[in-house]
Structure formats: structure tokens, C-alpha cells
């Protein structure tokens, strides 16, 4: 399993941004897809996630302003960020895993696998 993130960068508060994740290796449509963030000297915390179904879950933190999505033919994994906050600044990371967990945000921060991460500072 092989996760790339893109997309970030730096931001002014109360902006947009659009995190991507190509993932390659397995069986994408089914698995329960996620993102997290890590700040610095901070626990990972997460943020959303998707199952196989296509249903969402996201952090109270986040909830109404991202929003997760996939491209199963792509094999494509999107956050939209709106309305971004300072305390939205973090390294933000792409995670799978199995499609018979309960698919949410904190367990897929735990899950199979994740990417290198891609950084988000709002300011």
C-alpha cells in the first residue's frame, strides 16, 4: 500500500485549501480511507474519514467546515478545507485501513498504513 499526499502550503485564516492523496496497492474502493493531522510536539489527532460505503465521519474540530471525498476510479482521496483556522496548522497525513473496521477518524489515524504527510500552516 502506497499513499502520496499533495496540496498543502500556507494559507490565511479563513481560507480554502484541498489536501489529495493517490493511494496505489490495493483494493481502494473498499477500505476505510482517512486523514489526520499531527502539529508539532501535539498528538496525532483525527480528523476524517470514509469507508467503503462512501459514508463520512469527521472530528467535532472539523465538522462543517472539511470535507472528505474519493475518486474510486481514481484512486483518490480529497479533504476540502474551508473556513481554516490557525489551530488547523499541522502536518496533515492520508491513512487506510481494513474495510471490516469501524471506519472514523480515530481509527484510521491508527490504521495499516499512511503517507509522508503534506504541511498546512494557516496564519
Known amino acids: 500500500v502506497q499513499l502520496v499526499e499533495s496540496g498543502g502550503g500556507s494559507v490565511q485564516a479563513g481560507g480554502t485549501q484541498r489536501l489529495t492523496c493517490t493511494a496505489s496497492g490495493y483494493a481502494f474502493s473498499t477500505y476505510c480511507l482517512g486523514w489526520f493531522r499531527q502539529a508539532s510536539g501535539k498528538e496525532r489527532e483525527g480528523v476524517a474519514a470514509i469507508d467503503g460505503d462512501g459514508s463520512t465521519t469527521y472530528a467535532d474540530s472539523v465538522k462543517g467546515r472539511f470535507t472528505i471525498s474519493k475518486d474510486n476510479g481514481k484512486n483518490t482521496l480529497y479533504l476540502q478545507m474551508d473556513s481554516l483556522k490557525p489551530e488547523d496548522s499541522a502536518m496533515y497525513y492520508c491513512?487506510?485501513?481494513?474495510?471490516?473496521?469501524?471506519?472514523?477518524?480515530?481509527?484510521?489515524?491508527?490504521?495499516?498504513?499512511w503517507g509522508q504527510g503534506t504541511q498546512v500552516t494557516v496564519s
Open positions: 491513512a487506510v485501513d481494513y474495510p471490516e473496521v469501524l471506519c472514523s477518524p480515530s481509527v484510521v489515524s491508527g490504521g495499516i498504513s
